[in-house]
């Protein structure tokens, strides 16, 4: 097994959780990407649906346990913005499913770069998202697949604007006849208002932390495919990002409803939800954290878990053992429920 003792310096991780991480580390970090994809079945699973009532196409990739599974059931995972399904995004999900394979885990894809448009909506749509601080058209098609997939059970994960997509899924779920038994959302925006201008600014700062994170998480497959990354990547990502359903959802990140968005989400649904976030946060604030879900704990009890990462930025994900170790613990696969951190 990999020592990931470093993991309880951010939280109480769980030690179940934190040694079936390590486990899955100490072989997946022996191969190639290319190797483990095939393990995966990245190429088989990795498909673009159409439900038949949404002009929006979306890109998934399923990864499906070995051993018999609860076909009603879903983990569904929702990528950070302008994030396609590529090759840094499916190590992720590799690294999280390997650690507990004991349900299906779904990852959804968001309009990207040039040439990567699943899960982009209309014109008329994006307008609408833009002025109502709306998400719902970017999660109705996946609902609508899930409820043509006959999956009536799921737990709804996300990082980053993945989070607040998270939300906006459980709170409109029940329409879709699908009952939301858990929701981890980590490091969440639309916690305080930043405006257009200062938003940018703030992803932008976070760009800093990320090789230390990458390095952190000592994966050779990992870092073989962010070595990568290069000043062409990253102006695609930024083109990308220039999309009109991209902007629509900047000014929904861009204004402060995460809480409220929670509320709506307890009400319509018995969901059980774990919010993390970095003290270092560059996107979701300590001291504003701190108080939204002490709000919240107050109101739902036990219902609201708060997990409070010592000294993490919001590019902590890219350590794909920490953003594992988070995603388990919100989804309690351990001995114990998510964690409440003083």
Same mark, same amino acid.
């Given at each position: 097994?990999?020592?990931?003792?470093?993991l309880h310096g951010y939280?109480?991780f769980?030690?179940?959780?934190?040694?079936a991480i390590?486990?899955?580390?100490a072989?997946q970090d022996?191969?190639?990407?290319?190797?483990?994809?095939?393990?995966?079945r990245?190429?088989?699973n990795?498909?673009?649906?159409q439900?038949?009532h *949404?002009?929006n196409?979306?890109?998934?990739?399923?990864?499906?346990?070995r051993?018999?599974f609860d076909?009603?059931?879903?983990?569904?995972?929702?990528?950070?913005?302008?994030?396609s399904?590529?090759e840094?995004?499916?190590?992720?999900g590799?690294r999280l499913?390997?650690?507990d394979?004991?349900?299906r885990?779904?990852?959804?894809g968001?309009?990207s *770069?040039?040439?990567?448009?699943?899960?982009?909506?209309?014109?008329?749509?994006?307008?609408?998202s833009?002025?109502?601080h709306?998400?719902k058209?970017?999660v109705?098609?996946?609902?609508?697949?899930?409820?043509? *997939?006959?999956i009536?059970?799921?737990?709804?994960?996300?990082?980053?604007?993945g989070a607040?997509?998270?939300?906006?899924?459980?709170v409109h779920?029940?329409q879709?006849?699908?009952y939301?038994?858990?929701?981890?959302?980590?490091?969440?925006?639309?916690v305080?208002?930043l405006g257009l201008?200062?938003l940018?600014a703030r992803?932008?700062?976070?760009n800093?932390?990320?090789?230390?994170?990458?390095?952190? =998480?000592?994966?050779?497959?990992?870092?073989?495919i962010?070595?990568k990354?290069?000043?062409?990547?990253?102006?695609?990502?930024?083109v990308?990002?220039?999309?009109?359903?991209?902007i629509?959802?900047?000014?929904?990140?861009?204004?402060e409803?995460?809480?409220?968005?929670?509320?709506e989400a307890l009400?319509?649904q018995?969901?059980?939800?774990?919010?993390?976030w970095?003290?270092k946060s560059?996107?979701?604030?300590?001291?504003p954290?701190?108080?939204?879900?002490g709000?919240?704990?107050?109101?739902y009890?036990?219902r609201v878990q708060?997990l409070?990462?010592?000294g993490?930025h919001?590019?902590?994900?890219?350590?794909?053992?920490l953003? =594992?170790?988070?995603?388990l613990?919100?989804?309690?696969v351990?001995?114990?429920?998510g964690t409440?951190?003083?």
């Open positions: 097994m990999k020592s990931l003792e470093y939280a109480d769980d030690p179940v959780i934190v040694q390590g486990e899955t580390a072989w022996q191969k190639t990407f290319e190797e483990l994809a095939a393990l995966y990245v190429d088989e990795l498909r673009t649906v439900p038949k *949404s002009k196409p979306i890109e998934i990739l399923t990864f499906v346990p051993d018999d076909e009603s059931a879903m983990r569904v995972y929702h990528l950070p913005m302008g994030c399904l590529d840094n995004m499916i190590m992720n590799m499913f390997g650690s394979p004991s349900q885990l779904m990852l959804v968001n309009p *770069s040039p040439g990567h448009d699943m899960g982009k909506i209309t014109a008329k749509e994006a307008f609408g833009y002025w109502n709306d998400l058209a970017f109705e098609p996946l609902l609508e697949h899930l409820y043509d *997939s006959n009536t059970d799921t737990a709804h994960l996300g990082y980053s604007y607040n997509k998270a939300v906006t899924a459980t779920s029940q879709y006849d699908q939301v038994d858990k929701g981890v959302y980590a490091e969440p925006a639309a305080v208002s201008i200062r940018p992803f932008a700062w976070t800093r932390k990320v090789k230390g994170y990458i390095k952190q =998480a000592e994966s050779a497959p990992y870092s073989q962010r070595g990354d290069n000043l062409g990547s990253l102006a695609s990502y930024i990308g990002l220039m999309r009109l359903s991209n629509a959802i900047a000014s929904n990140l861009a204004h409803h995460f809480e409220e968005a929670t509320i009400d319509s018995p969901t059980e939800m774990t919010i993390a970095g003290s560059e996107l979701a604030p300590d001291v954290m701190q108080f939204l879900t709000r919240l704990i107050a109101s009890g036990k708060a409070r990462l010592k993490m919001h590019a902590g994900a890219n350590d794909i053992n953003h =594992a170790a988070i995603m613990q919100g989804l309690g351990g001995k114990k429920p409440i951190t003083d």
